[in-house]
């Protein structure tokens, strides 16, 4: 099998991205293809590791998220760095990034005394050795 991305498999990822429940039929519908097909093509995106996990995005009424903008030192590599974050109760994900910033991770919690210990949870990993922090106020999809 080719493991060459085409345009049905990005309107596969595209699909399952706005809602991985999709069903394939539904899917193969779409696309004009047999169930099978969009069954074996989705099999080999997570074969070639383009789809690395199925979730859920969920968003709680009273829940507060922020991201946090983080600062390395270069004598811990980001990666070391960004496994022990993401490791933290409250880390939804953790983004290695160019620019001012080595790392971005986005907190949730119940209110702003939760994402303080988080953010304070951040600042006490070795190699950190500066954050900045906004409040998500809105998401759009």
Do not use: C, H
């Not at 809602?19 to 394939?24: C, K």
């Not at 293809?33 to 099999?43: D, L, P, Q, T």
């Not at 070639?48 to 030192?73: C, P, Q, W």
């Amino acid at each position: 099998m080719s493991s060459k991305i085409d345009s049905n498999d990005l309107k596969i990822l595209e699909t399952l991205k706005r809602n991985a429940r999709t069903p394939y039929t539904l899917i193969a519908k779409d696309l004009k293809i047999s169930e099978a097909a969009v069954r074996k093509r989705i099999e080999k995106l997570i074969r070639l590791g383009v789809i690395k996990r199925f979730t859920i995005d969920y968003e709680l009424e009273n829940e507060i998220k922020a991201i946090v903008m983080i600062k390395s030192t270069p004598q811990i590599s980001t990666p070391e760095i960004s496994k022990k974050i993401v490791k933290i109760q409250g880390i939804e994900t953790v983004f290695e990034t160019t620019g001012d910033y080595d790392i971005i991770a986005v907190v949730r919690g119940i209110n702003i005394s939760e994402i303080n210990k988080t953010i304070d949870e951040i600042r006490s990993v070795q190699g950190v050795v500066g954050t900045t922090s906004t409040i998500i106020l809105r998401t759009w999809y």
